[in-house]
């Protein structure tokens, strides 16, 4: 099953490694640090507007940020699993 992110931006949710909540990962310096470089070398995709994401998505495919809350997504992702086990 897909996972929306936000915008028309939608990924397996199977190759999903950690969505994390941007506020509280950028109080740590590694999560900092690491958010930083992928910006830098260009490894991130904005969803949102810049200033405007709330959470990190990093997947197999690629690294994004994204205007949804990570509870959000992490509630999105619950329902598709419910969705797969009632069929």
């Known amino acids: 099953m897909f996972l929306h992110l936000g915008g028309d931006f939608l990924v397996n949710q199977q ?3 950690a969505i994390l909540d941007l ?3 950028m109080k740590n310096s590694t999560s900092e640090n690491y958010l930083n470089s992928m910006k830098v070398n260009e490894k991130v ?3 949102s507007e810049i200033g405007k994401e709330k959470s ?3 997947t197999t495919e690629g690294n994004y940020l994204s205007p949804i809350s990570s509870t959000t997504l992490l509630k999105r992702s ?3 699993e419910e969705q ?3 069929n």
């Open 84 to 86: 797969i086990n009632e």
């Open 45 to 47: 995709r904005y969803i």
């Open 23 to 25: 506020e509280t990962a």
């Open 15 to 17: 190759k999903v490694i």
């Open 56 to 58: 990190l998505i990093i």
């Open 78 to 80: 619950l329902s598709i």
